[in-house]
Structures are given as C-alpha cells and as structure tokens.
C-alpha cells in the first residue's frame, strides 16, 4: 500500500469524522507494525493508529470486490483506486500528527518487537530482568507489551512450552541460559507463526496434531513428554505440561 494516493476515505466514528477531509488525497509513505499496533504514515505528516484487540479486523480487497467477511461494523475504509482496505470492529483507531507520533503515551512504552529489523536482543534481555518484573509470573510477564511487543495469548502459551519455562516461574528466579532459552524462543515462535500465518508446529504435523503445541490442548499428551496438557487459570487461559514445564525439573537444563 506503501506509495499509493488515498482516492476515497470513509470514516465512521464521529469522533474521527472531522479528519475525512485531511486524509483524502494523502499519499501513504509506510504501512508500519510495531507488535501489534499498526500505523500507517501519510504525506501530510498524519498517521492513522490501528489495534484490533480481540476482535477488530483489517480486510484488503480488490476494487469492487466484496469483503470476506461481510459482518461487523465498519469504521473505516480506504480507496487507492485499486484496492480497498477496511477495518471492521476496530476497538482502538486514532489520526496521530507528527507532534503527536512521538508522545503517545501507549506507543512510546513498547518493547522491542521480534518480528522488526531493528530488534535488539540485548533491550529485550535488560527489560526482561529489570527488578520490577522479578517475581511477576512468566504467565504475565509474556503479554506485557513493555517487555517485547506482539505476544498474544495463544503464542505465550507456546513459547513457554518451547521454552521448557513454567508459566508461574517468575523471571528472578531464570538462570542464565534459561533467560536466553526464553529469548530464543520468543523470537523464533513469533517468527514462524508469522510465516506460517498461524501455529507454531511444522505444517506437515498439522493435519494429525493440529497447528500449537499446547494451545487448546487440555488433556491431551504433551508431544514432548506424554503427560497431559493442564489450562491453568492466570487471567487468561494459559496451557502447560505441568511435567516437563515444571520448574522443578527443568531448572538448570536446556531445551
């Protein structure tokens, strides 16, 4: 989208209404990702913020092709002439200027992200460490977006099963190696569940074991050990071999 000139923008939140004008006939310089926040930069120095939470959407379509999934409420769209781009259910959505950009008070606190060319290990090794997050459960510690940016849900479960990490280990209590286990493991789970769109198995163990490890898997065997697979309540569902993710018997081991 990068490059294209803006022919036709709706946008429906009344609060945003006012910056329809304003954005018409921008150019977009840079669609950007940061974790998973979105922003995508205009010529005239603004930028449109986007995060989908947990049930906002963005769908790009060919002019005059219908949406793949035409339901949910429409908050904006964005004509170049030869695509259409959408956000349907968007729960945060923001025109930010240039003055803006740099204090926004969400934005400026992200950790590095491992999917980004500029990701620095050694950033997301210092803030993992850092003495306010010593004794805060792993559970936790891998949705803070101030740790590093773009871990969901479903990935922590994943990385702390790949990991060998139980989710209530708190980071104070990681060995070394076991902190860059759990970097290593961090930037390699985000990085083939980018290329592969979803999961984090190799796709050719899809069609038996399905695409996690661990995700959704209550009861199940671990693939790794055989013992089964428990949900343990820590705000948000997080699943676990209590065996070989015990802390217990994996402290001091590698993977």
């Not at 004509?79 to 008070?105: D, I, Y």
Request: contains cysteine; glycine residues 8%.
């Amino acid at each position: 989208m990068g490059g294209c000139r803006l022919t036709r923008v709706q946008v429906c939140p009344p609060r945003l209404r006012a910056w329809s004008t304003a954005l018409s006939l921008s150019r977009v310089v840079e669609v950007e990702a940061i974790g998973k926040h979105l922003l995508i930069h205009l010529d005239g120095g603004l930028s449109i913020h986007s995060h989908l939470m947990m049930w906002g959407r963005w769908e790009v379509v060919p002019q005059g092709a219908p949406f793949r999934k035409a339901t949910g409420r429409l908050w904006l769209s964005l004509e170049t002439g030869r695509h259409v781009a959408a956000l349907f259910n968007g729960p945060v959505l923001e025109v930010l200027t240039r003055e803006h950009l740099p204090q926004h008070p969400v934005l400026t606190k992200l950790g590095p992200d491992p999917l980004r060319a500029d990701y620095r290990r050694e950033e997301a090794r210092a803030r993992l460490t850092d003495p306010r997050r010593a004794r805060t459960p792993l559970a936790h510690v891998l949705l803070d977006q101030e740790w590093v940016c773009g871990v969901g849900n479903i990935y922590k479960s994943e990385i702390l099963w790949h990991a060998r990490l139980s989710p209530l280990q708190p980071p104070g209590d990681l060995t070394p190696s076991e902190v860059e286990r759990l970097l290593d493991c961090t930037e390699r789970v985000l990085r083939v569940a980018y290329r592969q769109r979803f999961g984090t198995l190799p796709r050719r163990v899809w069609r038996t074991l399905g695409p996690f490890a661990v995700y959704r898997r209550t009861g199940q065997p671990c693939l790794r050990c055989g013992a089964r697979i428990a949900r343990l309540d820590t705000g948000r569902a997080t699943y676990w071999c209590p065996s070989c993710q015990s802390p217990v018997r994996v402290a001091g081991h590698g993977p």
